[in-house]
T-cell receptor, first 115, second 113 residues
Framework: DQQVKQNSPSLSVQEGRISILNCDYT??????FLWYKKYPAEGPTFLIS?????DKNEDGRFTVFLNKSAKHLSLHIVPSQPGDSAVYFC??????????????FGKGTLLTVNP | NAGVTQTPKFRILKIGQSMTLQCTQD?????MYWYRQDPGMGLKLIYY???????DKGEVPNGYNVSRSTTEDFPLRLELAAPSQTSVYFC????????????FGPGTRLTVL
């Protein structure tokens, strides 16, 4: 039973355009959401997070939106750059603001940004 | 800071062999984790530790053991390796009471034949 779903295995966009990566979750106890980025042969690196008390969090070119009623979040990258090409994982936890020791990950979306 | 380091990077095991995957972090993090990532799948939590001497099972602990004798080290032991344990293994660490960011090592690619 997948509690965090990334239904698009891959996404291809042109450099300079917007990339939108989507994530759905089923567990209503999740209250903290994170996006990780992973390059081949490297470990995931943290990108951005959002607490369930917010509906938007922005960090430079990266913005995460949370729609709690739909149990849906999305990561927007504007403008997209070739260096953004990587696998993006959505992750969720149920311990907002405190110690998180159980992240549930989606399967990931491979983003390719074409020059 | 080296962050989270893992050894070895690659390993091939025969069925029934055992091995230990090493993980060390130099950030003085209390929390440490082991994940596995199978092809086309997300990361699944194997074991975690909230401090030296304290470990607990994650989602997929069968076939693995861990120990945490120091803050820095969190080795993962595979006993009686099976083909189903072919995967990429990631170690991670974090500080509690911050923004829940986990720092990951580069991974160990394990093949069991």
């Amino acid at each position: 039973d997948q509690q965090v779903k990334q239904n698009s295995p891959s996404l291809s966009v042109q450099e300079g355009r917007i990339s939108i990566l989507n994530c759905d979750y089923t567990n209503s106890m999740f209250d903290y959401f994170l996006w990780y980025k992973k390059y081949p042969a490297e470990g995931p690196t943290f990108l951005i997070s959002i607490s369930s008390i917010k509906d938007k969090n922005e960090d430079g070119r990266f913005t995460v939106f949370l729609n709690k009623s739909a149990k849906h979040l999305s990561l927007h990258i504007v403008p997209s750059q070739p260096g953004d090409s990587a696998v993006y994982f959505c992750a969720a936890s149920g311990n907002s603001g405190g110690s998180n020791y159980k992240l549930t990950f989606g399967k990931g979306t491979l983003l390719t940004v074409n020059p | 800071n080296a962050g989270v380091t893992q050894t070895p990077k690659f390993r091939i095991l025969k069925i029934g062999q055992s091995m230990t995957l090493q993980c060390t972090q130099d950030m003085n993090h209390n929390y440490m984790y082991w994940y596995r990532q199978d092809p086309g799948m997300g990361l699944k939590l194997i074991y975690y530790s909230v401090g030296a001497g304290i470990t607990d099972k994650g989602e997929v602990p069968n076939g693995y053991n861990v120990s945490r004798s120091t803050t820095e080290d969190f080795p993962l032991r595979l006993e009686l390796a099976a083909p189903s344990q072919t995967s990429v293994y990631f170690c991670a660490s974090s500080r509690p009471h911050e923004k829940d960011e986990q720092f990951f090592g580069p991974g160990t690619r394990l093949t069991v034949l």
